[in-house]
């Protein structure tokens, strides 16, 4: 079993940053896929970004939001700039050894005051 946990969230105004971090445990998931979708009240849950041997992005985010992670520290990064009222979310981590989710994190909030 994996267990994620993320820390990082918070309120920032627009046009702020913030750096979302997201820690495994239970065994390494350096093989693994890991990226972070988000869910916003009343939407559907949607992907934000994944990185496994390259990255990929959401459209919406693309430009503004990078994913990155330290094997060594089985942990993955959202920094994420130039934020958006409708980046306002609860962010969750995610690792899946086949590319889709696996295993989930609890989810960090994330307000953006306009």
């Known amino acids: 079993q994996v267990q994620l946990v993320e820390s990082g969230g918070g309120l920032v105004q627009a046009g702020g940053s913030l750096r979302l971090s997201c820690t495994a445990s239970g065994r390494s998931v350096s093989n693994y896929a890991m990226g972070w979708f988000r869910q916003a009240p009343g939407k559907e849950r949607e992907f934000v970004a994944r990185?496994?041997?390259?990255?990929a992005y959401a459209d919406s985010v693309k430009g503004r939001f990078t994913i990155s992670r330290d094997n060594a520290k089985d942990t993955v990064y959202l920094h994420m700039n130039s934020l958006k009222p409708e980046d306002t979310a609860v962010y969750l981590c995610?690792?899946?050894?086949?590319?889709?989710?696996?295993?989930w994190g609890q989810g960090t909030q994330v307000t953006v005051s306009s």
């Open positions: 990185i496994r041997y390259v990255t």
């Open positions: 995610y690792a899946g050894l086949r590319g889709d989710p696996d295993y």
